[in-house]
């Protein structure tokens, strides 16, 4: 299995605190992305990075911001959470999408109250 | 823009039927073409890919061949076990630099004793 780790696993919040979770990984891939899952809606993409300080949205990415200060570590933040943005956040890394896919970590669920 | 649309679910299988799992896709593009499945608590792993058309991705029983002339991508397997229950999810990227990819909603498959 590819190596990253996401954290915290699980997290309840109160709507207008700010989150962050962390993505991290050991496999010194190029890429990485941050991907909601929703029943209904498949997984959805938030942001990626196609390197360090190299940051673009995705579909979704009203009310997240992201950060990649090392290429390790892939960080996604909600300013000021809402109750849509419960939800399971998956993190993925890949060197090369086209031909090999991503690869990704266990998940976060984050529940906004 | 590009899309995959996977049929609705959910499914349920009786252990030993034969399983098809359509999948169409549109982009503007030549895309390469993915299969992840999802058990039930975990993360997504990468099922099977083909980046070429007439290409057949396989992997633990399940086929998919990748039909430019009809945009699909369908996945099969001769004989499903109570294993195979997990939820599937057909996905495409582009080639080309920073390429990212674009999931279809998913499928829920319930195989029975």
């Known amino acids: 299995d590819a190596g990253i780790t996401q954290s915290p696993r699980h997290k309840v919040t109160e709507t207008g605190t700010p989150v962050t979770l962390r993505c991290h990984q050991t496999?010194?891939?190029?890429?990485m992305y941050w991907y909601r899952q929703d029943p209904g809606h498949g997984l959805r993409l938030i942001h990626y990075?196609?390197?360090?300080?190299?940051?673009d949205k995705g579909e979704v990415s009203d009310g997240y911001s992201v950060s990649r200060s090392k290429t390790e570590d892939f960080l996604l933040t909600l300013e000021s959470a809402t109750s849509s943005q419960t939800s399971v956040y998956f993190c993925?890394?890949?060197?090369?999408?086209?031909?090999?896919?991503?690869?990704f970590g266990p998940g976060t669920r984050l529940t906004v109250l | 823009g590009d899309s995959v649309t996977q049929m609705e679910g959910p499914v349920t299988l009786s252990e030993e039927a034969f399983l098809t799992i359509n999948c169409t896709y549109t982009?503007?593009?030549?895309?390469?073409l993915f299969w992840y499945v999802q058990y039930p608590g975990e993360g997504l792993q990468l099922l099977l890919k083909?980046?070429?058309?007439?290409d057949k991705g396989s992997n633990k029983g399940f086929e998919a061949t990748y039909r430019k002339e009809t945009t699909s991508f369908h996945l099969e397997k001769g004989s499903v076990q109570v294993s195979d229950s997990a939820v599937y999810f057909c996905?495409?990227?582009?080639?080309?630099?920073?390429?990212?990819?674009?999931f279809g909603k998913g499928i829920t498959l319930s195989v029975r004793p």
């Open positions: 993925a890394i890949s060197e090369s999408v086209w031909d090999r896919g991503v690869f």
């Open positions: 496999e010194n891939h190029r890429y």
């Open positions: 990075s196609y390197g360090v300080k190299d940051t």
């Open positions: 982009a503007t593009g030549y895309p390469s």
């Open positions: 083909a980046t070429k058309a007439d």
């Open positions: 996905a495409l990227s582009l080639t080309g630099a920073n390429s990212k990819l674009t």
